[in-house]
């Protein structure tokens, strides 16, 4: 069974960092990306980054050259380190990982909130 365990949300200050990760279980060995999207309220939702096996990564337009996406050695859990958050990065956030047997799957909704 393919699992995906979110950090949970957080309460930052604008200008603050903040730093999610995202574990997985079952099936790793066909896990081909992870990484993150956001969804604000009535809207759908948008690209925060990926990286895939192969190390390739993409970050969405409104948060590239302030944020790292990141994977550990077994590459079963992802990090994103977000800096200098403004009130525009308050949404819900959703982890994924891209399976090639399974397609994606998602991890559950953490709410950040960007509040001083």
Do not use: F
Not at 27 to 46: C, L, T
Not at 56 to 74: H, P, Q
Not at 89 to 97: K, P, R, S, T
């Amino acid at each position: 069974q393919v699992q995906l365990v979110a950090s949970g949300g957080a309460l930052v200050q604008p200008g603050g960092s903040l730093r999610l990760s995202c574990a997985a279980s079952g099936s790793i060995d066909s896990i081909v990306a992870m990484g993150w999207y956001r969804q604000a309220p009535g809207q759908g939702r948008e690209l925060v980054a990926t990286i895939t096996i192969g190390g390739r990564i993409n970050y969405g337009d409104s948060v590239k050259g302030r944020s790292t996406i990141s994977r550990d050695a077994a590459k079963t859990t992802g990090a994103l380190q977000m800096n200098n958050l403004n009130p525009e990065d308050v949404n819900v956030y959703y982890c994924h990982a891209d399976y090639s047997r399974w397609g994606r799957i998602w991890g559950q909704g953490a709410q950040h909130t960007v509040s001083s």
